[in-house]
């Protein structure tokens, strides 16, 4: 028996090859039921798109385009992870480009995606928008994770990294925290400068802190450790925020080391809810983002962009992270 067709697909299902095609590129304007028998007859003649005649009848290459900043470390195993899975789904394939946080070479790595994606994802947090912006193609349907962006066919999903900064702040204050210190992320990473002015203004206005104690970072764990030898030296600092988890994980690690308890000498809250977070001991309370699935929404916005080319209505999307209170801040007899 040869290799099954679109044809043999829509013969088997008692549908068109059009609606066969619509089913399985999983267009809006086919029926549940209908979508459900072409998936029954796809699966009984063991059917597997021809990408290449696809995107031929298509003019489409069916490949999204992804740059970050990294490619490694569980943020960014993460995001790819809600990505793949969510472009996987819908018969999609993706093509990664690493770009270090660099201008120059984000404007390379988004140059060389042209003529050979769909559409592209981007997270670039330490270019500034304006400038990513002239980066970006005009018309090739565009998400931007972080940053926000305007022009034809771009659109952003924000994170609220000011309010995440703030609710941490309170929740350690809740707690009975009263001189509370922040590790920082990079200076040129806008989502870690908000991180910090979220930290600064709700160190003000709830401990009535008018200078507070800001170590620098770089989203490392090495970070994290060198703060803990300032936290054990200084003695006075009873809360820690930290910017990112892994610099959180540095310093809770090397505070229990030297024989602080953690969090009834220092609680501490990070920022993204990385997988290790929940597994370290104590669990680390954190600003959780939901990396995954704020990889696979920008899938689903991009999708939706490159299938509806003239709908622009659709604006940017602000993403609220959520505290979860795990070990590393929970004190007993006081308030979430």
Not at 67 to 82: K, Y
Not at 306 to 317: C, L, V, W
């Given at each position: 028996m040869g290799t099954a067709t679109i044809r043999d697909v829509a013969r088997k299902a008692g549908v068109s090859v059009a609606s066969a095609s619509r089913a399985l590129n999983g267009h809006r304007s086919v029926t549940p039921a209908t979508r459900a028998r072409v998936a029954d007859a796809a699966r009984a003649l063991d059917y597997v798109p021809h990408l290449g005649a696809r995107s031929l009848s298509t003019q489409r290459s069916n490949t999204l385009g992804v740059?970050?900043?990294?490619?490694?470390?569980?943020?960014?195993?993460?995001?790819?992870?809600?990505i793949d899975y969510a472009a996987h789904r819908r018969g999609?394939?993706?093509?990664?480009?690493?770009?270090?946080?660099?201008?120059?070479?984000?404007?390379?790595?988004?140059?060389?995606?042209?003529?050979?994606?769909?559409?592209?994802?981007?997270?670039?947090?330490?270019?500034?928008?304006?400038?990513?912006?002239?980066?970006?193609?005009?018309?090739?349907?565009?998400?931007?994770?972080?940053?926000?962006?305007?022009?034809?066919?771009?659109?952003?999903?924000?994170?609220?990294?000011?309010?995440?900064?703030?609710?941490?702040?309170?929740?350690?204050?809740?707690?009975?925290?009263?001189?509370?210190?922040?590790?920082?992320?990079?200076?040129?990473?806008?989502?870690?400068?908000?991180?910090?002015?979220?930290?600064?203004?709700?160190?003000?206005?709830?401990?009535?802190?008018?200078?507070?104690?800001?170590?620098?970072?770089?989203?490392?764990?090495?970070?994290?450790?060198?703060?803990?030898?300032?936290?054990?030296?200084?003695?006075?600092?009873?809360?820690?925020?930290?910017?990112?988890?892994?610099?959180?994980?540095?310093?809770?690690?090397?505070?229990?080391?030297?024989?602080?308890d953690v969090p009834r000498d220092v609680a501490i809250v990070g920022f993204d809810d990385v997988p290790i977070a929940r597994y370290v001991t104590p669990a680390l309370s954190t600003m959780g983002l939901g990396i995954a699935a704020l990889g696979g929404r920008a899938v689903e916005r991009l999708v939706e962009s490159?299938?509806?080319?003239?709908?622009?209505?659709?604006?940017?999307?602000r993403l609220v992270p959520q505290l979860i209170v795990r070990g590393s801040s929970r004190r007993r007899g006081t308030a979430e």
């Open positions: 740059v970050l900043p990294d490619l490694f470390g569980e943020f960014f195993s993460e995001i790819i992870r809600g999609l394939q993706i093509l990664l480009s690493n770009m270090h946080g660099d201008a120059e070479e984000t404007a390379a790595a988004i140059r060389a995606m042209r003529g050979r994606v769909d559409g592209l994802l981007v997270m670039s947090p330490q270019i500034d928008a304006e400038a990513l912006a002239n980066a970006l193609p005009r018309g090739l349907p565009t998400v931007v994770m972080g940053s926000r962006v305007g022009g034809p066919r771009h659109t952003s999903i924000v994170i609220d990294n000011y309010e995440g900064a703030r609710e941490a702040v309170s929740h350690l204050a809740a707690q009975g925290c009263r001189r509370i210190a922040h590790i920082a992320g990079p200076a040129d990473n806008a989502d870690a400068l908000e991180r910090t002015r979220g930290f600064r203004d709700a160190a003000g206005s709830l401990l009535g802190d008018a200078a507070p104690i800001v170590f620098a970072g770089d989203f490392g764990e090495q970070a994290g450790v060198e703060a803990a030898h300032a936290i054990i030296a200084d003695r006075t600092i009873d809360g820690v925020f930290s910017a990112n988890d892994m610099m959180g994980i540095g310093c809770m690690v090397t505070l229990t080391a030297a024989g602080l490159i299938e509806q080319p003239d709908d622009t209505s659709a604006g940017p999307e």
